[in-house]
């Protein structure tokens, strides 16, 4: 079974994206790599904050929050160890445009489904982007690399999307998903030509 098939992504990755863009900008893809960890950590905190009272939430958050930091170090481990420094802080286009998807408004459930659904899409993208680089980059330690926080993604958009499928109450995710992913099909149009692992 494919990653798109898993995924439900109606617009893959052009693999030339690799061997185009990411191999002459190792550094550019390893520090905004990094930022993508430790902002995904912040995002599992970010929830916990808004549902303290879900105590369920708050273990898997944690638990995610601290995984994603053990990324955000292993990536600078890698980056120091090419004798890189960890640049500043790149904007996350796609990102900020995806969280435009998300439906204002609503009670506090309503905005945390929103809010799941809004992560697994980032883990859903970001997990195919790792399987393009895995693939396709010309080089065997970040193949490995890739390969290995492939399965990682895919294993947090499926806690994602069954964590909303738990406390969705009478809202339809199956159908809110399929929205949002039609949402993301016509944003990705616009990404995959940049140094940044969702650009």
């Known amino acids: ?85 960890l640049g500043k802080e790149r904007k996350d286009d796609y990102v900020r445009e995806l969280a435009k998807g998300m439906k204002p408004g609503g009670g506090r459930i309503d905005q945390l489904i929103e809010r799941l659904l809004f992560a697994a899409m980032i883990e859903a993208r970001s997990c195919e982007r790792f399987k393009v680089l895995s693939e396709n980059i010309n080089d065997a330690k970040l193949a490995e690399f890739y390969h290995e926080l492939m399965v990682s993604e895919a294993t947090h958009y499926a806690m994602f999307i069954r964590l909303a499928k738990k406390y969705a109450g009478d809202i339809d995710v199956d159908a809110r998903w399929k929205e949002f992913l039609d949402f993301e099909a016509q944003l990705i149009q616009n990404y995959g030509k940049g140094e940044t692992i969702h650009g």
């Open 1 to 85: 079974m494919s990653e798109r098939t898993i995924l439900k992504l109606q617009l893959p990755t052009d693999p030339r994206w690799v061997k185009n863009v990411v191999e002459s900008n190792i550094e550019e893809i390893l520090t905004d790599h990094a930022y993508c960890e430790q902002k995904a950590a912040t995002n599992a905190i970010t929830i916990i904050i808004q549902n303290p009272n879900l105590s369920d939430l708050v273990q898997e958050m944690l638990a995610l929050a601290q995984e994603e930091l053990e990324h955000f170090k292993r990536v600078h481990d890698i980056i120091l160890e090419r004798g890189y420094v």
